[in-house]
């Protein structure tokens, strides 16, 4: 099922109370697919779709948390995954969260019920691009639910790994508090691996460096 396109602008332009009218008149538009991108190529849940937008620049920042709180009330799948053509699973909507940078709707999306847990597109984690971006308060709140040392599918790296390479090298949606995570963490228990405490990135950052030996000692 396709979703309705007023559902869609209503998202876009983060206006809760239309989307809340519309969601009243068939509930099951909060779990209909919302086609966008480039020639509509792109099918994806509305939850999704909010940080889609977020990370757009569509959407402006702080109107994201009523659009979810709408969704869910209207009964949205917080751990909603399509199967691809390529037989992988998409990403759920807080795996989306985390990876776009929309820290705020990813913990509200925790905090409503979504599984840590669950896997991704690579085999991730949300906690593993929550680490990438550095998003520290998040990273925090997924630990609780999730192995601090699961290895995704297509870079064999746990979300320590992720942290130390989006701490070096800047990814889209950055939030700059990797170092952060990486003691979070190491005090949840994370491996860490030898060659990261000699990379010479690691070994000419001192806060990097302190975190991950509190898990080397």
């Excluded at 700059?176 to 979070?184: F, I, M, S, T």
């Amino acid at each position: 099922m396709v979703c309705n396109m007023d559902v869609k602008a209503a998202i876009r332009t983060g206006n809760a109370e239309a989307l809340g009218r519309l969601l009243t008149q068939d509930a099951s538009w909060a779990n209909a697919l919302i086609r966008w991108g480039k020639d509509g190529c792109l099918l994806t849940h509305p939850l999704h779709y909010v940080s889609d937008m977020l990370f757009a620049g569509t959407l402006e920042k702080g109107k994201e948390l009523p659009l979810i709180e709408v969704l869910i009330q209207a009964g949205a799948d917080l751990n909603s995954q399509r199967a691809r053509e390529d037989g992988k699973q998409s990403d759920t909507p807080l795996i989306g969260a985390a990876s776009l940078g929309a820290e705020d709707a990813g913990l509200a999306l925790l905090d409503a019920g979504a599984r840590p847990e669950v896997r991704g597109l690579f085999g991730e984690t949300a906690l593993h691009w929550a680490a990438l971006l550095g998003e520290d308060r998040l990273a925090a709140a997924l630990i609780r639910g999730s192995d601090v040392n699961l290895k995704d599918e297509k870079y064999n790296s746990s979300p320590l790994g992720w942290a130390i390479h989006g701490c070096y090298s800047s990814p889209a949606g950055n939030h700059g508090k990797q170092r952060e995570v990486a003691a979070l963490l190491v005090r949840a228990g994370a491996t860490v691996e030898t060659t990261w405490l000699e990379s010479e990135n690691v070994q000419t950052d001192a806060s990097m460096l302190s975190a991950l030996r509190l898990g080397s000692s």
